[in-house]
């Protein structure tokens, strides 16, 4: 049997819809609309950022976030999704 495409897997993932990216050689990642799928490059599923949604009341000195679904949410957080940083945050 014929060995696989070293990047059959993402191949798969892309043909299917998903959002690929490449690593540069200044260390950081670039969408590829259209990979070249060469060898020797590395490539990933385009890591999704998160979102969430929370509750921040002030108490005192201090202030209570949760996440609770039971609160009506009064913020929205969006982290990316590769580094986990904060990229952004609304008052709803």
């Known amino acids: 049997m014929k060995k696989p495409h070293k990047h059959a897997e993402l191949?798969?993932?892309?043909?299917?819809?998903?959002?690929?990216?490449?690593?540069?050689?200044?260390?950081e990642w670039y969408d590829s609309e259209t990979p070249e799928w060469l060898n020797y490059g590395v490539y990933r599923i385009k890591p999704e950022d998160?979102?969430?949604?929370?509750?921040v009341h002030p108490n005192g000195e201090t202030s209570i976030f949760s996440t609770f679904s039971g609160q009506v949410s009064n913020i929205k957080l969006i982290f990316d999704g590769a580094t986990g940083k904060l990229k952004s945050a609304e008052v709803l």
């Open 11 to 27: 191949i798969k993932a892309w043909a299917d819809g998903a959002e690929i990216q490449h690593l540069g050689l200044s260390g």
């Open 50 to 55: 998160v979102v969430l949604f929370g509750w």
